[in-house]
C-alpha cells in the first residue's frame, strides 16, 4: 500500500501511503476437477456429473456451481468428501464446467470444459422366436 523511490544518493523516499498496509497471508489455489459417468449421453435423459474439489480443508459446506455453455444452470454444497453430483437433463451436445467462489483462504477456482455428447445407437431389433410365446 505504498510507493518508494529510490535516488542515487542512497536516500529513500516515500511518495504515497501514510499507514500501514493491512495486508494478509496470500490466498492459496484451489483446484476443482469435473468428470462423467460416461461422455455419452442418450437425447433427453439425465447424466450424472461429479465435481470435486482440492484441497479440502475448510472447504465442506460450501456451494459449487455447474455451468452449461457459462450459464449457471445449478448449485449443490461439498459433502463431506468434498465432492458434489449433478444430474443435468441432456437434450444436445452440450459443455460444462464447475466453479466455486472465492473465500477467506482460497482463491476462485474454475474447473476444465466436460463435453457430453448424445448417444445415437438404435437399440437392437429382438427377433421373436420361432413356435413359441
Known sequence: ??????????KVYRIVGAAAAACGPPKA???????????KVK?????????????CNGRRG???KLLRGGHPVG?????????????PRIR???SFR????????YLMATSRRLK?????RKKPVRKARPGGS
Open 1 to 10: 500500500g505504498r510507493l518508494y523511490a529510490a535516488g542515487t544518493s542512497g
Open 29 to 39: 489455489k484451489a483446484f476443482i476437477g469435473i468428470r462423467a459417468q460416461g461422455r
Open 43 to 55: 437425447r433427453g435423459r439425465r447424466a450424472l456429473i461429479t465435481a470435486f474439489v482440492s484441497p
Open 62 to 64: 460450501e456451494p459449487v
Open 75 to 87: 448449485t449443490r454444497h461439498l459433502n463431506r468428501a468434498c465432492s458434489v453430483r449433478f444430474r
Open 92 to 94: 444436445h451436445r452440450v
Open 98 to 105: 464447475a466453479s466455486i467462489a472465492e473465500d477467506g483462504t
Open 116 to 120: 457430453l455428447r448424445i448417444d445415437h
